[in-house]
């Protein structure tokens, strides 16, 4: 099967599904969705750790799971707490954390050279994809209109996907415009940013009691969103280049891993959380 109907078949059974999730299954804060982007940030997390052993970079695999999905499962349970036990959710990612480097600090004589650079890997996982899916937990279970802000940043970040690789294949002229991908196109990145632009806008319309800003602000609000998106898969671009592999995985069809689905929304997710509290969005 080709590249692009892997694609299309990926798209066309997992959108529905997510979308009905996401519609049909909000109790208990969408603890399905939720279920789903923890499944996936450990999944991230073990390529990641793949990625870094690929640079021969000694790793601890369950250590890389545990900071994957400690900062999203921290902010999610942390949303059944009264607000005045919030604290305790940084209790717990704090001591986690340092279990989770306390074994460096008895590392063997022969083992000190690996310290460094393990130590460092495995605090970027806490980051990467840590932290910016706990963003993601956030969008899922933070706002009055939850459903809304999850239809809205899920369409921004794969409409910009969806329509960069579009214009890319079939208008895509002008490449080598950055070299950690030299594939993508100056018509990728302007189908990648009218994507967004134009789901941010049309969610006016079609959510108007959650979204009460006026069309132009939704206009920006997507080219900002729209330009941490393409970052986002820039950047894993990078480190996968740093690596020397092609896809971080290849359980995903037609995308090939986790992280490479995954590392868009990332880093939009967080763009996405402040700018809706800015702007009083889904509130």
Known sequence: ??????????????????????IFLPMAHHAVVFGIVLLISAAASLELASLFAAKGIVVRRPAFIIAGTLVPLTFFLSTFLPSNAAELSYLIVGLTALVLFAPY?????????EALPGASATAFALLYPGLF??????????????????????LMVMGNDSLAWLFGVTLGRKRNL??????????????????????AVGA?????????????VMLVFGLVVGCAVIIGDLFESAIKRSA??????????????????FDSIL?????????????????
């Open 1 to 22: 099967m080709s590249n692009l109907a892997q694609r299309l078949l990926l798209f066309f059974i997992c959108v529905p599904l997510i979308v009905a999730a996401i």
């Open 105 to 113: 600090a008895f590392s063997r004589k022969d083992k000190l050279a």
């Open 133 to 154: 899916a706990g963003f993601v937990t956030l969008i899922i279970s933070r706002f009055a209109f939850s459903s809304e802000a999850i239809l809205c940043f899920a």
């Open 178 to 199: 950055v070299d950690v991908s030299p594939n993508k196109s100056l018509a990728g990145f302007i189908g990648g940013f009218l994507g967004s632009c134009v789901v």
């Open 204 to 216: 006016r319309a079609v959510f108007p009691v959650a979204i009460r800003q006026p069309y132009w």
């Open 244 to 261: 020397g592999v092609k896809d971080s995985g290849s359980l995903v069809p037609g995308r090939g891993g986790f992280l490479d689905s």
């Open 267 to 283: 880093f939009a997710a967080p763009v996405f959380y402040a700018g809706s509290l800015i702007l009083g969005l889904f509130s």
